[in-house]
């Protein structure tokens, strides 16, 4: 239940509005749920009241281009990669920065937390501002089951097992350090590291893209 009366309101212009961009696909009762299911999360995540119908509005739609693309009524046209990290606010939001700069939108790209934080760190969007990448607007997601389904690819950075696994999708673990614990130079580190790593990914998911 939604205590705050503007919430509600938006969140049922939200549901209606998506009701009717995937009409016959998914029943309103799916949209309804998927809408006020990653409102709640985005709370109990720590989300800014502020801003946490426009955070459940994307992550929702998200979520069902997700849905759309896991059970074939959305074709898949790109590859489809997700980042997994603990709070989804450093290192997997700095991948998928990074994989959709470098794949110039011809990879499909997603993120999340398996215990998101409020926010994404400071230190981080400090450093990506430092190589011309904008991780202002971002905010942390949890993770959840749709998302995964899509996913061709998972790559996971020291989330232990908290990823659902399903067959016939690649499973990565990348070993990186917690920029949380880190000082600026050791998110650069960080950074750098995941540039490069990113960057082989593409190199291995559009080989055409290296000729």
């Not at 309101?9 to 009762?29: I, M, P, Q, T, W």
């Not at 749709?146 to 990565?172: F, N």
Request: charged content about 25%.
């Amino acid at each position: 239940m939604v205590e705050n009366e503007f919430h509600q309101d938006r969140l049922n212009r939200v549901v209606d509005s998506l009701a009717d961009k995937y009409a016959g696909v998914f029943a309103k009762e799916t949209i309804e749920r998927v809408v006020f299911e990653s409102y709640a999360s985005l709370l109990r995540a720590g989300a800014n009241p502020n801003f946490v119908t426009n955070f459940a509005e994307k992550f929702s739609r998200d979520r069902l281009r997700a849905l759309a693309t896991a059970k074939g009524s959305s074709p898949k046209e790109k590859p489809e990669v997700l980042f997994v990290c603990v709070q989804n606010a450093g290192r997997s939001q700095m991948a998928m920065a990074f994989l959709t700069s470098i794949s110039k939108g011809s990879i499909n790209v997603r993120s999340a937390g398996s215990m998101p934080a409020s926010e994404v760190s400071d230190k981080t969007i400090a450093v990506m501002q430092e190589v011309g990448l904008d991780l202002t607007e971002v905010f942390p997601k949890p993770l959840t089951d749709d998302v995964v389904q899509a996913a061709d690819v998972v790559i996971t950075m020291g989330c232990g097992d908290a990823c659902p696994l399903y067959p016939g999708k690649t499973y990565l673990d990348w070993d990186l350090e917690d920029p949380a614990h880190l000082d600026l130079d050791g998110v650069r580190r960080v950074r750098d590291e995941i540039e490069s790593r990113v960057q082989a990914l593409v190199a291995e998911l559009l080989p055409e893209s290296g000729k």
